[in-house]
């Protein structure tokens, strides 16, 4: 198998030359940041580590974590690597409280994110004949920007659609004979019940989908496969690392190797920052070993999995990394939006609630929907129906403006929802999306 995209030198490389890439590659990668980002510089000083104590994947252990808390201390561009000049794009993750996380591309970050899309697409089984439906959102968001990027390195007719309108999705998936779909896998479950609906699987010619950026189940793999009668991959990415293309699935379907010439994957305690072996479950975190405006340093992503060595079938002896089992921290993904609660207490405080409140995420139909229950004061108890209603509405729009999707307000009663006697548990998540 020689394709364009499947590059048999690195991607079956033996483990020892596999690792001597990433010790070059991470070396060069530490000494510049050490040189160019001030903050690294600093953090570096205070563990105690200069750029002459790595060596190479062995030391990484030396070097300092990076949290989002770095990235939103340093926004917007405060570990920029190289002068804005030579920077051609942003992305931005979506609804983080406040400051938002801005990621920054030169040309090459682009031709090496993009790379790893068509890689990618490649492992689904797409060629330059293939005709690809991107449905991910184009804008901020990179799900949209990176698949359409990879399709397009590949030489595959690339539908631009972005999210959303599906009967126009459906018309042009019918009419230009899309082979592979790209979208979240909530979207890719929603087009397949439609088209099952409307009685028309016979005129579609979907042969795979690209399915990422949010959980789903295995159960739901075969829902979409059975429904489309395609084979429905994994992708796995995120934001600040680059987005979609970190990991992929390949046809053995059975855990996404990560892209490890560009990309060096370690397992941690989340409690204690221990490094764990392969084949534990803990934290993944990322170091970037050839971006060049936004490099990361051991970047905790709060995503919970299992990293494997085991042969692959597919010849590939890239590191594979179980489908995230969980989080770290309280992040939810609803709709594709990355939410945390303390965003939706923010606003409550905002709007005089108290912090009694609940948070209560369902899917129906396929579509993500979110509740926030929260309970009135005595005061406002006793405000007519109509100060009620304003204050509701006013609620519904400060939540939309801070999280950028629709939230259902539902306000009750003083002291009506149940008091903790330990933590509070805000969120009910009914969706039960992440298995293991
Ligand atoms: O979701 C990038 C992406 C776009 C990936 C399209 C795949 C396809 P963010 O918005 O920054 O980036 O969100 C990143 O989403 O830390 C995970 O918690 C979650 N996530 C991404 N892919 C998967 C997946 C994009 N395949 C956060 N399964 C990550 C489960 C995923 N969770």
Not at 32 to 38: H, I, K
Not at 181 to 188: E, I, K, N
């Amino acid at each position: 198998m020689q394709h364009r995209y499947f590059d048999p030198e690195i991607e079956t490389a033996s483990p020892e030359d596999l690792r001597r890439l990433q010790d070059e590659r991470l070396v060069e990668t530490v000494r510049r940041v050490y040189r160019d980002v001030p903050y690294y510089k600093k953090k570096m000083d205070e563990a105690g580590v200069s750029p002459e104590d790595i060596h190479g994947v062995k030391d990484l252990h030396l070097l300092p974590f990076l949290s989002k808390e770095d990235l939103r201390q340093q926004y917007p561009d405060g570990l920029l690597a190289r002068p804005l000049s030579e920077c051609v794009r942003i992305h931005s993750t979506s609804g983080t409280t406040g400051r938002r996380v801005v990621a920054y591309y030169t040309q090459n970050d682009l031709d090496m994110w993009e790379g790893c899309c068509a890689r990618a697409l490649t492992a689904a089984g797409a060629t330059p004949d293939d005709v690809v439906q991107v449905c991910y959102g184009y804008g901020l968001f990179t799900g949209g920007a990176g698949l359409h990027g990879g399709s397009h390195k590949l030489g595959s007719l690339t539908l631009p659609m972005s999210s959303g309108n599906t009967d126009r999705q459906i018309q042009f998936m019918t009419d230009l004979g899309a082979t592979v779909l790209c979208c979240t896998p909530s979207y890719a479950a929603y087009l397949a019940e439609t088209i099952c609906e409307r009685g028309i699987r016979d005129q579609i010619k979907l042969k795979a989908g690209i399915f990422g950026a949010e959980a789903w189940t295995e159960e739901m793999r075969h829902d979409i496969e059975d429904k489309l009668g395609i084979k429905a991959y994994d992708i796995y990415g995120l934001t600040e690392i680059s987005g979609p293309g970190v990991a992929f699935e390949c046809e053995e379907q059975h855990g996404m190797h990560i892209n490890e010439d560009n990309f060096i994957a370690e397992i941690i305690d989340p409690a204690t920052g221990e490094v764990l072996p392969d084949g534990q479950k803990g934290e993944l975190v990322f170091t970037s070993i050839t971006k060049e405006a936004f490099p990361l340093i051991r970047y905790r992503t709060k995503d919970i999995c299992i990293l494997s060595r085991e042969k692959c079938s597919c010849g590939r002896t890239f590191v594979r990394m179980t489908k995230p089992l969980g989080r770290s921290d309280d992040m939810l993904i609803v709709k594709g939006v990355n939410v945390f609660p303390s965003q939706i207490e923010t606003v409550l405080l905002n709007n005089g609630y108290p912090a009694n409140y609940q948070i209560i995420v369902s899917r129906e139909k396929h579509s993500d929907k979110i509740e926030v229950q929260v309970e009135m004061t005595s005061e406002m108890f006793s405000d007519s129906l109509k100060e009620v209603t304003a204050r509701e509405r006013a609620l519904v729009a400060d939540l939309k403006g801070m999280l950028g999707i629709k939230c259902d307000v539902r306000l009750v009663a003083p002291k009506s929802i149940q008091r903790s006697e330990g933590k509070a548990k805000r969120v009910i998540d009914k969706r039960n999306l992440y298995e293991g």
